[in-house]
């Protein structure tokens, strides 16, 4: 099984700064890897597949890069609606499955 | 408007039974294939089954033999039965459409919550 380790588990910035997310996976993943954004109560959100393309209607502050094993999901500009925790997901061994990361929760400094 | 709607969470005993819907509206359902995915309280998300197009199912270890995904594109529904379910089968369950040609999760009902306890 593919295992991705997302860090750090938790970032604490204030808005209008950068954020720098990782995701490293066990084994090469390709390019399949995708990043999700979840808030409290809520459903998770697609923001990025494919490591770099950012899904239908996610801001262009949100950047993806990486392939291989490492990933990194960038915020450019830390907006209020920005804090949440967010996921990386690997398909990669499809239809063995899919897995995710345990998360990085961005926080407010 | 694309929208996921689950029913069917509820609090059973451990070894029971439960049968998960997800009713989809807004894409033509037969097309897409479709997943559900848990959380438990405070935790991550872990992939729990898949259905292809044509009615091809996939599992991880630790539902297998337990868990059967099934759809009915007649009536726009994906389904999950779940069996002998067990104390660690607790989460919210989601289903979610797979993007066509990507597999990433593109739309998201919005949970329903199982409960295994005595």
């Known amino acids: 099984e593919i295992v991705l380790t997302q860090s750090p588990a938790t970032l604490s910035l204030s808005p209008g700064e950068r954020a720098t997310l990782s995701c490293r996976a066990s084994?090469?993943?390709?390019?399949?890897l995708a990043w999700y954004q979840q808030k409290p109560g809520q459903a998770p959100r697609l923001l990025i597949y494919?490591?770099?393309n950012r899904a239908t209607g996610i801001p262009a502050r949100f950047s993806g890069s990486g392939s291989g094993t490492d990933f990194t999901l960038t915020i450019s500009s830390l907006e209020p609606e920005d804090f949440a925790v967010y996921y990386c997901?690997?398909?990669?061994?499809?239809?063995?499955?899919?897995?995710f990361g345990q998360g990085t929760k961005v926080e407010i400094k | 408007e694309v929208q996921l709607v689950e029913s069917g969470g509820g609090l059973v005993q451990p070894g029971g039974s439960l049968r998960l819907s997800c009713a989809a509206s807004?894409?033509?359902?037969?097309?897409?294939?479709m997943h559900w995915v848990r959380q438990a309280t405070g935790k991550g998300l872990e992939w729990v089954s898949a259905i292809g197009t044509a009615g091809d199912t996939y599992y991880p270890g630790s539902v297998k033999g337990r868990f059967t995904i099934s759809r009915e594109n007649a009536k726009n529904s994906l389904y999950l039965q779940m069996n002998s379910l067990r104390a660690g089968d607790t989460a919210v369950y989601y289903c979610?459409?797979?993007?066509?040609?990507?597999?990433?999760?593109?739309?998201w009902g919005q949970g329903t919550l199982v409960t295994v306890s005595s």
């Open positions: 494919d490591a770099s």
């Open positions: 807004g894409f033509t359902f037969s097309s897409y294939d």
């Open positions: 084994q090469s993943v390709s390019s399949y």
């Open positions: 979610a459409r797979a993007q066509p040609g990507y597999g990433d999760y593109d739309y």
């Open positions: 997901q690997q398909r990669s061994n499809w239809p063995r499955g899919w897995t």
